[in-house]
């Protein structure tokens, strides 16, 4: 999922040293708004990690990560089918199931995020994983990490520029060649476990050593903007709507992408995470809110603030503005004060 705004993977060494330099001592990890999961999975051979995303599709793939200390064995399905499921999916040619990839996100439904070739390759994929789930031939967490893969690999094939909040007129060279499905990266560690809840809710119930926040903090909404990943994980019939195919029903709209509710949102949040002994946040120049409001709100509620900042030059040319250049923000809220105290 390296094609997805946000992506901390460039990240992680920061957030490791910054955790280190500060001398916290942890054994706990919650990542409240994972996304792809990258620091969920980084942190999991060092803490007893939780995460959480209310989007579907990222809640599959932090099960996917966290079920697993490794990558799956698929030991069932290889006795039977005497290959790797991922292979055997790429080898696929025939199925009587539903065609909602062909039929809605192909030239076939007069959008053009897939080849019909490819659209019918991802359809056949997603059919199967549910066909061997029901004759239990596999578990259910394999399902959701072969699930994860295909998610990974439509997301690194659609004819867009990054996101699916559109798609290309023409088919870009990538996207002309016929996908194939691959296994998602992932590291070795402790199994942990995901959420799919609204963070601010699932907060309060929260008791961890580190809570890790990293919210959109820009006005680009996940929910529009990886619509296409939310209907191939869900696989429903859902009506599509307008020249993107953006899902009828969207109930996901994040309050951290509008200025007039995220410092509110975030305000909210860090006041009911209670049992949340350090908070790190990671933040861009970019945002929306700003980084003196951060400070102040994070110093109402702990003990210390400190702060790391570092430039970020992967996403210059994505938001060029007049906020100049784009930096990235760690943000440390340590010791958390007591109740009676704010």
């Not at 089918?81 to 439904?109: Q, R």
């Not at 239990?136 to 690999?153: G, M, V």
């Not at 509620?301 to 210059?316: A, C, D, N, P």
Request: hydrophobic content about 35%; aromatic content about 14%.
């Amino acid at each position: 999922m390296k094609r997805y705004i946000g992506n901390k993977q460039k990240l992680l060494h920061h957030i490791d040293e910054f955790i280190q330099d500060n001398n916290i001592k942890a054994n706990s990890f919650f990542d409240l708004f994972s996304g792809t999961g990258s620091v969920a999975d980084y942190f999991k051979s060092k803490y007893d990690v939780s995460a959480n995303d209310i989007m579907y599709y990222s809640y599959v793939i932090l099960k996917a990560k966290l079920s697993f200390k490794s990558s799956p064995e698929f030991k069932k399905f290889v006795s039977k089918y005497k290959t790797d499921p991922i292979n055997h999916i790429n080898n696929l040619t025939n199925s009587n199931g539903k065609k909602i990839i062909f039929e809605n996100f192909s030239p076939k439904g007069g959008r053009k995020y897939f080849t019909e070739e490819n659209a019918i390759k991802i359809d056949l994929a997603r059919n199967f994983i549910d066909d061997i789930l029901a004759q239990k031939e596999i578990t259910k967490n394999e399902w959701y990490y072969l699930l994860a893969c295909i998610i990974s690999t439509a997301n690194s094939k659609g004819n867009t520029t990054g996101t699916f909040g559109a798609y290309l007129k023409y088919f870009s060279a990538s996207s002309i060649k016929l996908i194939e499905f691959k296994h998602i990266e992932m590291n070795v560690g402790n199994k942990g476990v995901a959420y799919s809840l609204d963070g601010k809710k699932l907060v309060k119930k929260i008791e961890t050593d580190i809570l890790y926040l990293d919210p959109p903090y820009t006005a680009i909404d996940y929910s529009q903007s990886y619509h296409f990943l939310e209907s191939l994980a869900l696989y429903d019939t859902n009506e599509y709507k307008g020249i993107t195919g953006r899902r009828i029903e969207n109930l996901k709209v994040s309050k951290y992408t509008k200025s007039t509710t995220a410092l509110e949102e975030l305000t909210e949040t860090i006041k009911l995470a209670k049992g949340a002994k350090n908070i790190i946040i990671s933040y861009s120049t970019h945002g929306i809110i700003s980084l003196d409001e951060i400070k102040k709100l994070l110093a109402k509620f702990y003990k210390e603030v400190k702060l790391k900042k570092f430039e970020y030059s992967k996403y210059r040319n994505v938001y060029k503005n007049d906020k100049g250049d784009l930096y990235e923000v760690l943000i440390l809220g340590k010791g958390r004060k007591k109740w009676n105290q704010y």
